[in-house]
């Protein structure tokens, strides 16, 4: 997909929950080390939900801080999309409670999910909504409480994710200019056991087994889906450049899923660009899945990183295995 889908961020939002953990945290019961961690990953901290915080209780202060950057109330908004993997409950989507706590009825609300490809996902979904002219004000949202689906003894996994919200606002672009530039989406479901949740679905409903024997948790292909990340994220930089008829160097920011330090790093020395041309927060937020992309870019907007007319690239490798990658002029 390579056209003008007319559609521009009209506000960002972020939230974190307050409680940190460092990597002593995990060395102090898992066999593991700070040494270990920080040069495989990149990671010094994440946050984890407090008790009884919930995915869509984050979206909604994520949402508020957008709605607040943007200058909208609540009832502006015509839709809303929410990509998460870790919704409050199997049935109903994350979206509808959010919609809900946001005091809202009647709009569409609905969840997606292509794990940390998923904002991008919300945001070309979007984009096509609006370009239809059916909707004017469409909240697109990643929210994840990874902790919660994250083993605490697995230590190859446990260290790995945190817990996060993010939130941008999509309208109709009023100048011709500006929005989404380029756009293109792909998956490979043969590779769906990269990163997956073996139990708790239709495929191996939850049982004494599936509890027992910890299936309910995340498992990863970590060697596998290191190498699929290295090449797809590369493979969909390239693309959007080509597509798009630019270079790296006409970016003003380039912000890719925070997983890994090595992978970003890896994109970042082949394109030959300087570090701050390169998003990074992986080491203070870890790998937040669906949120991560949204915090990075609202970090960016608000620190004054990104300001309107740039151009900046938003690019994901996540669990399906999915991607994504869009070009836009804010």
């Known amino acids: 997909m390579g056209q003008h889908l007319g559609a521009i961020i009209a506000g960002t939002g972020s939230y974190t929950p307050q409680e940190v953990l460092d990597n002593d945290y995990f060395a102090s019961y898992l066999d593991t080390s700070a040494e270990w961690?920080?040069?495989?990953?990149?990671?010094?901290?994440?946050?984890?939900?407090?008790?009884?915080?919930?995915?869509?209780m984050m979206a909604k202060v994520a949402t508020e801080n957008a709605l607040e950057n943007a200058g909208?109330?609540?009832?502006?908004?015509?839709?809303?999309?929410?990509?998460?993997?870790?919704a409050d409950r199997p049935l109903p989507s994350a979206a509808c409670v959010l919609q809900n706590l946001l005091g809202l009825t009647g709009i569409p609300a609905w969840d997606l999910q292509a794990a940390c490809s998923g904002l991008v996902y919300g945001m070309v979904i979007a984009g096509t909504l609006i370009q239809t002219e059916l909707y004017r004000n469409i909240l697109v949202v990643g929210a994840e409480a990874l902790t919660r689906i994250t083993d605490p003894e697995d230590r190859n996994t446990a260290v790995l994710f945190g817990d996060a919200a993010a939130a941008v606002i999509m309208q109709p672009s009023p100048d011709p200019s500006r929005g989404i530039l380029h756009s293109h989406l792909g998956s490979d479901g043969s590779k769906y056991d990269y990163v997956w949740i073996p139990g708790g679905g239709s495929a191996e409903p939850a049982s004494e087994k599936t509890?027992?024997?910890?299936l309910h948790y995340m498992k990863m292909?970590?060697?596998?889906?290191?190498?699929?990340?290295v090449h797809t994220m590369q493979a969909s930089i390239?693309?959007?450049?080509?597509?798009?008829?630019?270079?790296?160097?006409?970016?003003?920011l380039i912000i890719p899923h925070q997983s890994n330090l090595r992978i970003i790093e890896s994109c970042r020395t082949r394109l030959g660009l300087p570090r701050e041309k390169m998003a990074v927060n992986v080491d203070r937020f870890g790998n937040t899945s669906t949120?991560?992309?949204?915090?990075?870019?609202?970090?960016?907007?608000r620190?004054?990183?990104?300001?309107?007319?740039d151009l900046v690239m938003l690019v994901a490798v996540g669990g399906g295995i999915t991607w994504g990658a869009v070009i836009l002029r804010l």
């Open 72 to 86: 909208m109330a609540a009832s502006d908004l015509d839709h809303i999309i929410v990509g998460t993997v870790t």
């Open 221 to 229: 292909r970590g060697r596998e889906l290191f190498k699929f990340a």
């Open 303 to 309: 620190d004054g990183t990104l300001s309107e007319g």
């Open 211 to 214: 509890v027992h024997e910890r």
């Open 37 to 56: 961690i920080l040069p495989r990953t990149g990671i010094r901290t994440r946050h984890r939900v407090a008790e009884g915080e919930t995915t869509a």
């Open 291 to 301: 949120a991560s992309i949204g915090l990075s870019l609202d970090e960016a907007w």
């Open 238 to 252: 390239d693309r959007a450049l080509e597509e798009s008829g630019l270079q790296a160097d006409d970016l003003k």
